[in-house]
Structure formats: C-alpha cells, structure tokens
C-alpha cells in the first residue's frame, strides 16, 4: 500500500496520484507539483489516502509543497492574464470577420451611436456603411447650441467615412428640426410610423415601391 492524494488542476478536470511527501492534506487545499510543463499550481480533491500499488498507472511523483497564499494570488493574476489575452484574440478575430463582410460588399451598421459601448472606438474599427445616433443626442436638449455642434461633426465625420447617418427614435417636429439642423437626412422613429407586424411591413414597402 502507498499514501497519495488526488489533486486537479482545473475545475472538472482529470484526477492525478501524487505523493504527499509526508504532509497532511485536506480537501481544497492547494499544492505545489513538479510537472513536464514546470512549477504548476493545483488542488487537493482526495485527502491523504492508502492505495494498492496495483491501482498505480504510472511512478507517483511527490509534492513539491504545500501552496501559500501569494501562490493562489499569482494564479488569480495568471488567469486574468489569460483572460484578457483570450479577449484580445477573440476582438481580433471579430475585426478581421467584420473586414471581410465588408471587402464582400455587405453593408455593416452601427446601432445606438453614442450609447455605451458604441463610440468612436467603434468607428475606428468597423468599417459602417450606416452610423445610427442613439436617441440621447436628441433628448438632451439643455444645451442645443453645444449639441448641435457635437452632431454636426459626427455627421461630417460620417460623411467623410463614405458612411450615412440614421437618427434614432425621431418622434416630434422638434426633433426633425434638430436632425436637419445637423444635416442628416435620414431617420428611423413613431414620428414617420409605429412597428408593426412583418407582413403589414411587406405590404406598405410593396405600396411604396409601386408609388416610387
């Protein structure tokens, strides 16, 4: 019979026999163990335990050490790391699917300009055939003369991307004079028509093409 104890070194991941190295461990507890891929942090799942040796695959390697508490904060560190470096790679691969929908012809739009995650940021790395402006351009309005200065040079920026401007939820005769004092011609809102239902959308597009 021999002591070991199991340890993992992921949530759900493969249960490993290492040697205790004449420490007591308890469940939950992390450990230090020498691997082919160096130093590595893991955690006990199965205490100090005798097995028979017939139930070992392979030579028991033992335990470095117990893990300290400035060990589980690099691994927290680490693994933040990872995180961030996963996100850099995934916003890569977004950029470069956007790139090529757009070198293939399909139109990209940016929705609620100006709203949370969408700024100029954005801008820089989307190329947007429409630029929609969230609605919150056209309801601050302490300010207009500011305002209107700020949307012109969004629409002018716009206008110099090859991109059109699209006015979100456009619903008074105030906000239409706002948007043309901006020079945007363009506007979604209940000012030009409520949503409906797909086929009465069909229908009124069907009409207006006929009219057009």
């Known amino acids: 019979m021999v002591e070991i104890i199991s340890i993992r070194f992921k949530n759900g991941g493969k249960e490993y026999y290492f040697n205790p190295n004449g ?8 450990v230090i163990v020498d691997t082919t891929r160096g130093m590595e942090y893991a955690q006990c799942v199965r205490a100090n335990n005798m097995v028979d040796e017939i139930e070992l695959t392979a030579p028991l390697r033992p335990v470095v050490r ?8 690099t691994l927290e560190k680490n693994k933040e790391r990872e995180k ?32 949370g995650y969408s700024s100029l940021g954005v801008i820089e790395k989307i190329p947007a ?3 929609k402006l969230d609605r919150s351009f056209l309801l601050n309005q302490e ?7 700020i949307m012109r040079r969004i629409v002018d920026l716009a206008d110099d991307l090859g991109a059109q401007i699209v006015c979100e939820g456009v619903e008074t005769d105030r906000d239409v004079e706002l948007m043309r004092e901006i020079g945007a011609n363009v506007a979604q809102g209940y000012r030009y028509a409520r949503p409906v239902p797909e086929k009465e959308f069909e229908s009124r597009l069907t009409e207006n093409a006929k009219a057009g």
């Open 129 to 131: 055939a429409v630029i």
């Open 66 to 73: 117990a893990a300290t508490q400035e060990d589980a904060r």
């Open 84 to 115: 961030r470096a996963f996100a850099i790679c995934q916003q890569k691969i977004a950029e470069q699917t956007l790139q090529e929908l757009h070198t293939e012809g399909i139109r990209l739009s940016i929705d609620d300009f100006g709203s």
């Open 23 to 30: 420490v007591q461990f308890q469940v939950g507890d992390g």
């Open 143 to 149: 300010d207009r003369e500011r305002q209107v200065k």
